[in-house]
């Protein structure tokens, strides 16, 4: 029910949430030998959540694929520049990456928030 009420911004918002898990996980390993930064197709990602067609876990133990957040494979960066340790993490590109997913979090919650708003007004009768 959730998801015809508040439509894409749920989704975005939990979208968000994931890869800012993964963009924080690339920033704190960018020391890390070896380390692979990783991150999802935010757009192809939101794009395939308002396809008809979904997977859905029918039973909270499904256990979703490793190489998967929210359906969407997780993709490894290509370094502009390769260190020498075998690190793909470019801390730029990482912090930026943080910062529009941040942005995205916030708008999606706005949205989300506003439209409870007008629900507890038509609650209300306001």
């Known amino acids: ?4 009420i508040f439509g894409v911004s ?5 979208l968000t949430e994931e890869r800012s898990v993964m963009l924080t996980n690339n920033l704190v390993n960018s020391s890390t030998p070896h380390y692979k930064a990783r991150d999802i197709d935010f757009h192809q990602a939101l794009q395939d959540a308002n396809q008809a067609y979904s997977l859905n ?9 490793e190489n998967q957040v929210s359906g969407q494979p997780i993709l490894y960066r290509v370094p502009m520049q ?20 941040a942005l995205r979090y916030q708008v999606s919650l706005t949205f989300v928030q506003n439209k409870s708003d007008e629900l507890m007004k038509a609650i209300k009768g306001e």
């Open 10 to 14: 749920e989704k975005a918002l939990q």
């Open 82 to 101: 390769m260190s020498l340790d075998g690190n793909t993490v470019d801390d730029e590109i990482e912090r930026k990456n943080f910062i529009e997913n």
């Open 57 to 65: 876990r029918t039973n909270p133990n499904h256990i979703e694929p």
């Open 1 to 4: 029910m959730a998801d015809s």
